[in-house]
């Protein structure tokens, strides 16, 4: 994680509860990013309908991130990361926000 990322999350979430979830950020948080301090997803993936933040924009881009970690043991995160790696009318299509929460539902379940 670059250093600016990584001094905002330790800003605003408990280093104790970071910690719990390391495994989640080594793997997935280089792709977390907070530009004014909201969060940004990579390579335009949608944050819409995720549920990291129960559906609603935040302006607490850490926040996000701490939910977004939190949600059964990263595996939101790894769906995330899988979504911004996606582009064209598959990507469009997967993140429509009708479809994205019963996707991730079999994406988590599986």
């Known amino acids: 994680m670059i250093p600016r990322r990584r001094s ?10 970071l910690k719990l979830y390391a495994h989640v950020l080594d793997f997935f948080g280089s792709m977390f990013e907070i530009r004014d301090a909201r969060p940004s997803c990579p390579r335009g ?7 990291g933040d129960g559906g609603r924009r935040t302006s607490k ?9 939190s949600r ?12 911004a790696r ?14 994205l ?9 599986g």
């Open 8 to 17: 905002e999350l330790r800003k605003q979430v408990p280093a104790p509860r």
């Open 45 to 51: 993936a949608s944050r819409k309908g995720m549920g």
């Open 61 to 69: 881009g850490a926040a996000f991130f701490d939910r977004l970690l």
């Open 72 to 83: 059964e043991d990263g595996w939101l995160a790894s769906y995330l990361d899988a979504l």
């Open 86 to 99: 996606m582009d064209g009318p598959v990507k469009e299509y997967l993140t429509d926000p009708d479809r």
């Open 101 to 109: 929460k019963r996707f991730y539902a079999v994406f988590a379940d």
